[in-house]
Structure formats: C-alpha cells, structure tokens
C-alpha cells in the first residue's frame, strides 16, 4: 500500500522578500556555512579514531589519563568536575582503564566515602607515545589568534547553535568525544 506523499511545505527561503540572484547568493553561503560544520564534525570523528587506531584508547581515556598525570590523585567527584564529566561517565572511563591496567583505584585514608584515581606505570607509557588530542591542538591553534579573533569565533559558533535551536542543550566535554 503506498502512502500519501508528505504536503509541500514552503522553503523557508520562500518566505523572504528575496529576488533570484539574492536568494542564489543565499543559497551559496548557507552551504558553506553547512560545509564547514560538517568539515568539524567529520575532524573530530576521524581524529577519534586515529586515536583509537594509534593506542587503542578513546579521546575521552586519554584525557582522563592526562589530568591524572597532570594533577596527580583525584578523586572520582574531582576528576568529573575537572574533565567536565559527568561522575558516571568518569567511573565507566575508569573501569574500562582499570581493566587494562592503566590505573588503579584506592579508598582514602582519611574519608573512607572517597576514592582517588591513580595511574600505572603502563599509562605513564602509553601517554608519552600518544598523539596529542584534538582539543590540545584545537587549543594550541586557538590560542595564536588575536583575541578579536576569538571572540568572533566564539559569537559565530554561539550564533550558529541558536540557529539550530542548540542553545539549550547541556554541553559537556563528552559532546566532543565518541565512545568513552
């Protein structure tokens, strides 16, 4: 049984006062606008998986196991805070890690209600052969513009998820990263 096709509905181009030539230019600018965005988007996945390839980790562990080596024990609620994490999305990047025997965990001392994160003498191995994560080189570029640069950057990229009714969705580092 066939189905009605969906009714035409207006281009949202057709509601605007534009003549030919206008909406073509239009046209033409959205689709750059479209093209770069899925540019990131397509970045971002195959960085993911070269990391994955490289060290078997996900850019997610690895920067777990950065901010260990960085900041020393943390505790889980720390660790999350820091990463910008949820506390579950932490533990299950901490199980897979442990697994693999590339940290460990240990009650406190002190207050037996907390956990602190260490990593082994394997992931101080792994990281130091580690291609640098996206977000690192995403910095290290980001940081060289003059900072009017930035700030238009950062207003484009706002303007954009307003755009696409994205303003209201909770970001956290786990958007930027695949599989934990």
Same mark, same amino acid.
């Given at each position: ?50 990391? /994955? ?5 996900? +850019? =997610?562990?690895? &920067?777990?196991?950065?901010?260990? @080596?960085?900041?020393?024990? *943390? ?47 394997? /992931? ?5 052969? +580690? =291609?640098?994560? &996206?977000?690192?080189?995403?910095? @290290?570029?980001?940081?060289? *513009? ?35």
């Amino acid at each position: 049984m066939m189905q009605n096709p969906q009714p035409h509905t207006p281009h949202s181009l057709d509601t605007l006062d534009l003549n030919p030539v206008e909406k073509e230019h239009l046209l033409n600018q959205i689709e750059e606008v479209l093209v770069a965005l899925r540019r990131v988007i397509r970045a971002t996945d195959l960085h993911s998986k070269y990391l /994955a390839k490289t060290t078997s980790l996900t +850019a =997610p562990q690895i &920067l777990l196991l950065q901010t260990l @080596r960085a900041k020393g024990q *943390l505790t889980i609620g720390e660790l999350a805070q820091d990463m910008s994490l949820s506390q579950a999305t932490v533990t299950t990047i901490l199980d897979r890690l442990e697994k693999r025997q590339l940290v460990f965990r240990q009650r406190s001392q002190t207050d037996k209600r907390k956990v602190h994160a260490y990593m082994t003498e394997a /992931a101080t191995e792994m990281l130091i052969n +580690a =291609p640098i994560p &996206l977000q690192d080189r995403f910095t @290290r570029e980001f940081s060289k *513009l003059q900072e009017w640069e930035q700030l238009m950057i950062i207003a484009s990229l706002q303007r954009v998820a307003q755009m696409m009714d994205a303003q209201d969705i909770p970001v956290t580092k786990e958007a930027f990263d695949f599989p934990v």
